[in-house]
């Protein structure tokens, strides 16, 4: 198992931290420890005091994990109004 965590600062208008984990793996075998990092990582972002959500990604590979977590941030930018008024959309 591998894994790879990153921390994206997103800013439309107003900041946003998506704080992500892709762990290499079945989700069958790895489903207890991304709800548990789910849960470490909602700890970190509510004592750290930041407004922000975890994600965690269970992949067969890192490229694959990396992939969805890079496509799943760009439709998060475009088609979620929390993020920014409609003159600060990200026009993709």
Request: net charge positive; with cysteine.
């Given at each position: 198992?591998?894994q790879f ?8 208008g ?9 762990i ?16 470490v ?29 890079l ?17 600060s959309?990200?026009?993709?």
């Amino acid at each position: 198992m591998r894994q790879f965590v990153a921390c994206l600062y997103v800013c439309t208008g107003r900041g946003l931290t998506i704080v992500a984990s892709v762990i290499e793996g079945d989700f069958r075998c790895y489903k207890a420890q991304a709800e548990s990092m789910t849960c470490v990582i909602k700890d970190v972002i509510k004592k750290e005091k930041v407004k922000g959500f975890p994600e965690v990604i269970v992949s067969k590979d890192l490229a694959d994990g990396l992939s969805y977590l890079l496509v799943w941030l760009l439709l998060s930018l475009r088609y979620q109004p929390f993020l920014g008024d409609s003159n600060s959309a990200i026009n993709l």
